[in-house]
């Protein structure tokens, strides 16, 4: 069983950036992949980033490219999501989530944390 805390979300004015961080709890955090999605008010989930267990590749939604960063630091059994030039459209409950297995872009995760909030305003 693996239990995900996401933290950092909350109000932005477009231009910015803010920073997400995903605790997770377990032993074997360093053996999965991990994911950020989003999802918005009337819209279905969005991949946004993946980065599997050794750090390399990462993946990226066409929308965040260039913008945004995943990373990982297993040693803290934590990963981040850095979101610089921050849109409107950005705007959602951002979801961390972990998989042992399969494609890392794909949404079927094994786990699912309970979401942070990002806005932001133009």
């Known amino acids: 069983q693996v239990q995900l805390v996401e933290s950092g979300g909350g109000l932005v004015q477009a231009g910015g950036s803010l920073r997400l961080s995903c605790a997770a709890s377990g032993r074997t955090f360093s053996s999965y992949t991990m994911g950020w999605f989003r999802q918005a008010p009337g819209k279905e989930r969005e991949f946004v980033a993946a980065i599997p267990w050794r750090g390399y590749p990462t993946y990226y939604g066409d929308s965040v490219k260039g913008r945004f960063t995943i990373s990982r630091d297993n040693a803290k059994n934590t990963v981040y999501l850095q979101m610089n030039s921050l849109k409107p459209e950005d705007t959602a409950v951002y979801f961390c989530?972990?998989?042992?297995?399969?494609?890392?872009?794909?949404?079927?995760?094994?786990?699912w944390g309970q979401g942070t909030q990002v806005t932001v305003s133009s």
């Open positions: 989530a972990a998989k042992s297995v399969g494609v890392a872009t794909s949404p079927q995760y094994d786990y």
